[in-house]
């Protein structure tokens, strides 16, 4: 069945630095969501990419859909405490009616 | 903002009994989803549901599983005899169109001994 992941597994960064997680899917999808899950909370809507190649901003975010719509990447540029969380990719399982959650990219933000 | 809302946040049960979680989805939305998350772990697909009647369901989602939407708001996810590895939380989420951004509830965590 379908496979979504995504690396790394976990990222401590220095306040300020910049992070990256890359999430890689074994099939082409139609379209990949991000959230952000802070500690103790829920996941929590952040964007949806959903032509080939595209890139989307939000303030220190950016967000890239591959040109094969099977991998993609968020980027947080001078990372803040408040980006503190689980950032997980999603994209639909082989259904509309299905949508798959990668493994997560757990950040940590020292201040 | 509306919300999705989970009752209840927790519930500590013993093996084999019968557990009711609720959802209130967002009040205009048409897609429905259970959703678990052991800790730490992934967030798993439990079971989408549209048109009053399951759409997709994973391989969780077995026989002692079942999902109601019994009054027009409320959508319920029964675990009929739970187990130990049943401990999880629950996270009920909506959604106003076909692959659209899904709406997460604040989760159930529950607790099975």
Known sequence: GQQVMQIPQYQHVQEGEDFTTYCNSSTTLSNIQWYKQRPGGHPVF??????????????????QFGEAKKNSSLHITATQTTDVGTYFCAGPGGSYDKVIFGPGTSLSVIP | EPEVTQTPSHQVTQMGQEVILRCVPISNH??????????GQKVEFLVSFYNNEISEKSEIFDDQFSVERPDGSNFTLKIRSTKLEDSAMYFCASSPTYTGELFFGEGSRLTVL
């Open chain 1, 46 to 63: 952040l964007i949806q990419l959903v032509k080939s190649g595209e890139v989307k901003k939000q303030k220190r975010l950016t967000f």
């Open chain 2, 30 to 39: 048409l897609y429905f989803y259970w959703y678990r998350q052991i800790l």
